[in-house]
């Protein structure tokens, strides 16, 4: 059974270009999350999403930031306009319908803005 | 937001000691998970633990949930060892990072 994955591993782009971040959760799994982890910091809390619907956005950023987790395909994290604040490694976790107190982690995003 | 508070920040053991880190937590919460970030910034399920008593190898942990901390203990450090160990507690949809104590494990 794969586990979260994450593409791409690692992404660079330069101030005021769009950033798409992918995750697929594993296999059977249909709740989201994303976290960012700015360096020598823990990580921190985005959006929760379900098929299709966004549960939580608290954390997310009201402008720049949306995330998406369509019936088919993976989760989106969109950032437009990036900024050199945005650089930062962004992890995806999924969990299972009826666990979903225990998340499993992606290997991350490591998101560079020049 | 809950507040999650971890110690020590930082720990230097040589190869074969042992160690505890402690988590604590200001409000009750659903659950709990300690996580092993390796140098190589991945993050690993250690312990899914909202309370009790786990042990899994060289590794354990203990919630004491009324009391608002949880423990890892790590005994026989290896330098694989080495990283950054987090706890995260649930409430509501989503957790809440600690902000980690760096393990350094020297041969």
């Known amino acids: 059974n794969a586990g979260v994955m994450q593409n791409p591993r690692h992404l660079v782009r330069r101030r005021g270009q769009e950033a798409r971040l992918r995750c697929s959760p594993m296999?059977?799994?249909?709740?989201v999350y994303w976290y960012r982890q700015l360096p020598e910091e823990g990580l921190k809390f985005m959006v929760y999403?379900?098929?299709?619907?966004?549960?939580?956005e608290s954390g997310m950023p009201k402008e720049r930031f949306s995330a998406e987790f369509p019936k088919e395909g993976p989760s989106i994290l969109r950032i437009q306009q990036v900024v050199r604040g945005d650089s930062a490694a962004y992890f995806c976790a999924s969990s299972h319908l009826a666990l979903k107190e225990t998340q499993y982690f992606g290997p991350g995003t490591r998101l560079l803005v020049l | 937001g809950i507040q999650v508070e971890q110690s020590p920040p930082d720990l230097i053991l040589q190869e074969g000691a042992n160690s505890t880190l402690r988590c604590n937590f200001s409000d009750s919460v659903n659950n709990l998970q300690w996580f092993h970030q390796n140098p190589w910034g991945q993050l690993i399920n250690l312990f899914y633990?909202?309370?009790g008593t786990k042990q899994n190898g060289r590794l354990s942990a203990t919630t004491v949930a009324t009391e608002r901390y949880s423990l890892l203990y790590i005994s026989s450090s290896q330098t694989t060892d080495s990283g950054v160990y987090f706890c995260?507690?649930?409430?509501?949809?989503?957790?809440?990072f600690g902000t980690g104590t760096s393990l350094t494990v020297i041969p």
């Open positions: 633990i909202p309370s």
């Open positions: 296999k059977g799994h249909s709740h």
């Open positions: 995260a507690v649930e409430a509501g949809n989503q957790f809440y």
């Open positions: 999403l379900q098929k299709e619907n966004i549960i939580d």
